[in-house]
């Protein structure tokens, strides 16, 4: 009898977020997959003046990087933890930081439909990317702002990207998408896969098609929906 061929041999992932998610890529590479790393955006801590976190009801956190910026402080906190997805949970559940509430969907936008039930008249601080949109800070009730890392777009490796054919390019924010399409990228002889919805509509708003977006916005799922596609070859 002979072996089945691994899903993804043959194929090639590119991931381009600020870290490299290691059990992702290493869940790609079992399924037969070559995969590169070509980080499109970077980020770097701020050294900016605390703010009095006891003064608050809530700590709201969005990214993995917030929430590593914060547990560098050692802060001992009374207020409730408020996590947009698994990855940034998990940080905050290893420096000794319980979420108190995750979204069902791990979005900005699902989190502010979600979260006013929960927190009412609470005074909330937001702990923040300099690229951070003002979703959050659109809620119904208090919501101060904390800048803890600025983002900046690698169009030096964004050149380098736009060079390559035949990939699946995986994009995890839509900074990433704008570093792609700034360095000349026009979506041919790629395919693309997105996580998050916010992410899909950045490609599709400058001509993109994607080709692959999980239901749950993880790493691991986009690599399991590339999978999926490859049966339909």
Excluded at 24 to 37: C, D, E, I, N, P
Excluded at 165 to 176: G, Q, W, Y
Aim: net charge neutral; with cysteine.
């Amino acid at each position: 009898m002979s072996k089945e061929k691994p899903l993804l041999e043959g194929e090639t992932v590119v991931f381009t977020g600020s870290r490299e998610p290691a059990e992702a890529v290493r869940h790609a590479q079992s399924l037969g997959a070559k995969t590169l790393y070509f980080p499109l955006v970077t980020t770097s801590i701020r050294q900016s003046e605390k703010p009095d976190f006891n003064s608050y009801d809530w700590l709201i956190f969005t990214s993995r990087t917030s929430a590593q910026a914060f547990c560098q402080l050692h802060e001992t906190v009374g207020a409730k933890i408020a996590a947009v997805g698994d990855q940034t949970a998990a940080v905050l559940q290893q420096h000794g930081y319980a979420p108190d509430f995750i979204p069902k969907v791990f979005s900005a936008d699902h989190f502010i439909q979600e979260f006013p039930a929960i927190a009412g008249n609470s005074k909330c601080l937001f702990i923040k990317g300099s690229l951070a949109k003002n979703t959050i800070a659109s809620m119904p009730m208090q919501v101060d702002e904390w800048t803890v890392y600025d983002t900046v777009l690698n169009m030096e490796n964004a050149r380098k990207l736009v060079l390559l054919k035949d990939v699946t390019i995986l994009f995890a924010s839509p900074s990433a998408v704008s570093a792609y399409r700034q360095a000349g990228g026009d979506w041919s002889n790629i395919r693309t896969a997105a996580i998050g919805h916010v992410t899909q509509n950045a490609i599709q708003a400058i001509g993109g098609t994607v080709d692959f977006t999980p239901k749950k916005y993880t790493y691991i799922e986009v690599i399991n929906e590339i999978a999926k596609g490859s049966l339909s070859k």
